[in-house]
T-cell receptor, first 116, second 109 residues
């Protein structure tokens, strides 16, 4: 399957700082990438759809000014958590969509964010 | 409202037992994917089913897609401790995936 990387794998930051998470598709081009948030022992919650060269589409209830998404190339999308607070602590996972008929999504390994 | 109902939520079984996980919806999906996720890692794609009535096998795992493409099941034969993890079904709608709530499987040796 296709490989998606995420960096960093874990980050600890102080409240009020901003954190950037990178998502890269390593062996295919992804015009669409997705950002999810996951709480312990729960399913994935879609935050936003990242489209290369255009603005991201955010799901209802997700603050676009809080979670900035940039999809500058066909292999890279970034999520910046601005002015992070302890309630933003979570596991953030990105995925990249295969352009084939089934439109499979391949997931990165996730980023554990802890805000102190 | 959960658009894709996944059951059971938790399953704890002994090594060697069989199990089935179900995903049901009132909506039609263009395809359905099953993922397995271990703690601290991203979901790993197990299989994609596309055609109504399709059955796919992956070693001890058997996946079925309902005839109407609204439901799917994952059957594991002779479960092993290595099968422990979170299993997620996800239906494709447009370019997005609708996820089930997940099934936490624990296989005890």
């Amino acid at each position: 399957g296709a490989v998606v990387s995420q960096h960093p794998s874990r980050v600890i930051c102080k409240s009020g700082t901003s954190v950037k998470i990178e998502c890269r598709s390593l062996d295919f081009q992804a015009t669409t990438m997705f950002w999810y948030r996951q709480f312990p022992k729960q399913s994935l919650m879609l935050m936003a759809t990242s489209n290369e060269g255009s603005k991201a589409t955010y799901e209802q209830g997700v603050e676009k000014d809080k979670f900035l998404i940039n999809h500058a190339s066909l292999t890279l999308s970034t999520l910046t958590v601005t002015s992070a607070h302890p309630e933003d602590s979570s596991f953030y996972i990105c995925s990249a969509r295969d352009g084939g008929l089934a439109g499979e999504q391949f997931f990165g390994p996730g980023t554990r964010l802890t805000v102190l | 409202t959960q658009l894709l109902e996944q059951s059971p939520q938790f399953l704890s079984i002994q090594e060697g037992e069989n199990l089935t996980v179900y995903c049901n919806s009132s909506s039609v999906f263009s395809s359905l994917q099953w993922y397995r996720q271990e703690p601290g890692e991203g979901p790993v794609l197990l299989v994609t089913v596309v055609t109504g009535g399709e059955v796919k096998k992956l070693k001890r795992l058997t996946f079925q897609f309902g005839d109407a493409r609204k439901d799917s099941s994952l059957h594991i034969t002779a479960a092993q401790p290595g099968d422990t993890g979170l299993y997620l079904c996800a239906g494709a709608r447009g370019n997005k995936l609708v996820f089930g709530a997940g099934t936490i499987l624990r296989v005890k040796s």
